[in-house]
């Protein structure tokens, strides 16, 4: 349904350029949503987005723009821009966005960029600047309501009408002591519920979920998911209230990861699919592709050792496909869901052997359905009982030992705290090729006694 | 972090247990949320999980504990509970999640508990049950506030001081007509900042985004994520307010999604990690992998057909894993980097032929530079260029085409509006290794003219 919204916007957008209607399009664009804007540009040319940027009267419609777009089409789109326009809608939008678009400028722009604006807003951004991209500082919002505890809800309202109208959500109003540290919070709700005299410490939550600036962001999105709530306020390590994560961001945040573990487990790395140069897209996967690439010739040196068996009994290779093949998919199966079952927190690091155990039994039952059948095709063709047997056992050996190595591995590393993610994919698949392929000739050339 | 915090609660709980602790356990257990309470829960046997429970003195924390757990877990764990404590605690539930648990009990049980609930919650839960599990009517709470156009910012500021106190997420204040169709919106925000006798009409945006109640959860999902809103109105055919789809579900429908879609590109269909019965993972899994069975024994028949060249030349066989290996991996780099961008709508459907060259040239490029590595091998180990060339042309095939496969599958069958994810993973790779295979015995055949 929204992709064929998409699709008629971007093929109206389309026509109406290729008319020359641009009072016409003027109008619509000016009354379109940034992210359905952002949506379209992609399917543009360069020169058509800067059209279309023209268009837009809003300056913070422009900015809103920006901070949809991904980073390729972003540093294409301002190459024609005049500098001070640039500056000028980066200044209109808000800090987190408008740091994340610095940080991906050369240095050497950004620096002048940041020279060329307020002061107030170009020492925000360089404070969060300082943050590792990642981290609750590098994500947060410096735009948040702080107010004292002996602060009234009268107070706490008139001063909503008076001051922090530039704040993004203002779903929760912090409440810090003398020093800036955190002491609780108060939704807005409770503000309009308490009699107007009621100081905040009466009523304010003093058990409030926070987390430091340099937590990594997926941490800060599980809490946020975990507790189902709309912002999470950010300290220092002395509990000062340094900004606010918002739910919207989390949302952001958790489908990237989402992204990169997918895009991981299949040895694509950190490609996307907006990255537009072939180039670049080949380079990231070359060095995923060169594990296989090993895998693959370790096995080829493996079946070379049997070679003479071959010679004896040449349809042996007509099942290497099928015994890969087999072990190859279960061991996909099982690290998939150890991986997201890892990620979602359904899954703990410390019950490595109960999940083991329960991969290694479905792995054992499915061999043996699946050996039967592909050693009865073995038999039906060839008629020959001890090939047929090889067969089957190769089978439940390749599809049993994958369930295990396809569970074991991303546990393993996960319990060594690293991203069991990156373990799966062609290390796992090609692991399991070449025990497979091991076992089964070693299995065929005994039983067969070739 | 949150793992570590998890699991000293988790040993902590046990020790306690096994100790008999219970007073000092129980005021740690009343004082937890329900979210980490539920994550214990999964590491525990059902004894210790109906001892913990006893133990939650507040009835709402327990019905929050219950929307925290997945769907075996509770069953299990209700089994021993007491049906007037069952319908307790789901009365004080909100009534979309107690929806879903009652949808989760087997039809008698589920209509006895309903005939027992107070009148009001069982109809509002009745009304919910109507509608498919997995759309904006499903998945919405009816706890929203509706007011008419009329209404000052005082009144209804008034009417949140004494009404709507059940409401879970009063960020927006809807307005509608004398029919109760929806006319426009209000932030709280908005609420405090205008002046108390300003009506609603004035100030209230009348550019709401709503959505019908058949939507798809994962479309609903989109436009929340999209537009960085908290909650979306969900309408009926005629425009009436019938509830609010709020930001908290959405993070967990679209986590959901995620695993789902990875786990069906790992051909691991509906399984999760929960899933804690041995047979039932199992029967989930059989029929995936009997796609890549039936691949493999098609790529044994095709083999088996060139047997008599492989008599002459044994060493032919020692290369099937390692073209079929990149082949592989390849296919399923492109396939998920088109599904994930399909999902996350970084792709558009239409664009389907700039991404299919795309993949086409990544997978040229790669082929040819890993056909020269692994035919440079053949040529070193055997010194026959004709049997070095046939390996680097298998190669160069199998990684293009297959790229070509892995990218053109999921397209086409998005455009036809089937889930592209199901197309991917063992269809896929199965539909290479069996191309892979075909391609290397003609051409080594042909060039080695055996």
Known sequence: ?????????????????????????????????????????????????????????????????????????????????????????????????????????????????????????????????????????????????????????????????????????????????????????????????????????????????????????????????????????????????????????????LRNEATEDILKMAGAGEEFVETKSILKSTRIRLPWLFASCIGGIVAFFIISKFESSIYKVAYLAAFIPVIMGMGGNIGTQSSTIVVRGLATGRLNVRDIWSVVFKELAIGSILGLVYGTLIGSVAQFRYSIEALAISVALAVICSMSIAALVGSLVPMGFARINVDPAVATGPFVTTAIDIISVFFYFTIATTLLDI
Do not use: C
């Open 1 to 253: 349904m929204q992709t064929d919204h998409n699709r008629i916007f971007v093929e109206s957008t389309k026509r109406l350029l290729r008319r020359g209607a641009y009072s016409h399009l003027s109008k619509i664009v000016n009354k379109t949503h940034a992210a359905d804007l952002a949506a379209v540009f992609r399917s543009l040319s360069v020169e058509q987005q800067r059209k279309l940027l023209e268009m837009i009267s809003d300056i913070e419609q422009k900015g809103a723009l920006f901070s949809e777009l991904d980073e390729d089409t972003f540093l294409e789109l301002i190459e024609g821009l005049e500098f001070d326009e640039i500056v000028r809608i980066l200044e209109s939008m808000p800090t987190d966005d408008a740091a994340d678009i610095i940080g991906w400028l050369p240095e050497e722009k950004s620096q002048a960029i940041l020279e060329k604006m307020k002061t107030a807003e170009s020492e925000e951004i360089e404070d969060l600047l300082r943050y590792e991209d990642d981290t609750a500082g590098g994500i947060m919002v410096p735009d948040f309501i702080a107010l004292r505890e002996d602060v009234t809800a009268r107070e706490a309202i008139e001063s909503l009408q008076k001051e922090h109208l530039d704040v993004e959500m203002p779903f929760y109003l912090y409440v810090v002591d003398e020093y800036g540290k955190l002491v609780g919070v108060s939704s807005l709700r409770q503000l309009v519920v308490v009699g107007p005299n009621t100081p905040l410490k009466e009523f304010m939550t003093t058990d409030v979920f926070s987390v430091q600036t340099d937590m990594d962001q997926e941490e800060v999105a599980k809490i946020v998911a975990r507790y189902d709530i709309l912002a999470v306020p950010v300290v220092d390590p002395s509990n000062r209230l340094m900004g606010i994560v918002t739910v919207d961001d989390v949302i952001d945040i």
